[in-house]
């Protein structure tokens, strides 16, 4: 069984920084594929970030600002979001999928999601 549970959200001024945790279990498997995705308000869903053991992708709506990271002693995901725009206003939530890894990776697991938001 897999449960990510994230933690870390709340509220910026742009230009400040966060970071996200996400506590996995039943993840350790090397097939699977981690990921971080967002939705903002009446905006479809985004992902914006995968990781497995070979490589790290970002969307380029984050890339150079956020950092994805893993604990893999902790078995704990991190969201390192620097240089925040209030476009980043989202819940963004942790993710696992089995096999295939990038951003267009099925990410059948989903955390509850955890609130970032972005004031100008």
């Known amino acids: 069984q897999v449960d990510l549970l994230e933690s870390g959200g709340g509220s910026v001024q742009a230009g400040g920084s966060l970071r996200l945790s996400c506590k996995a279990s039943g993840t350790t498997h090397s097939s699977f594929c981690m990921g971080w995705i967002r939705q903002g308000p009446g905006k479809e869903e985004e992902v914006i970030a995968s990781m497995n053991d070979a490589r790290t992708t970002y969307a380029e709506s984050v890339k150079g600002r956020f950092t994805f990271s893993q604990d893999k002693v902790e078995n704990t995901l991190y969201l390192q979001m620097n240089s925040l725009k209030p476009e980043d206003t989202s819940v963004y939530y942790c993710?696992?999928?089995?096999?295939?890894?990038?951003?267009?990776?099925?990410?059948?697991?989903r955390g509850q999601g955890t609130q970032v938001t972005v004031s100008s």
């Open positions: 993710a696992a999928a089995r096999g295939y890894c990038d951003l267009g990776a099925d990410f059948h697991w």
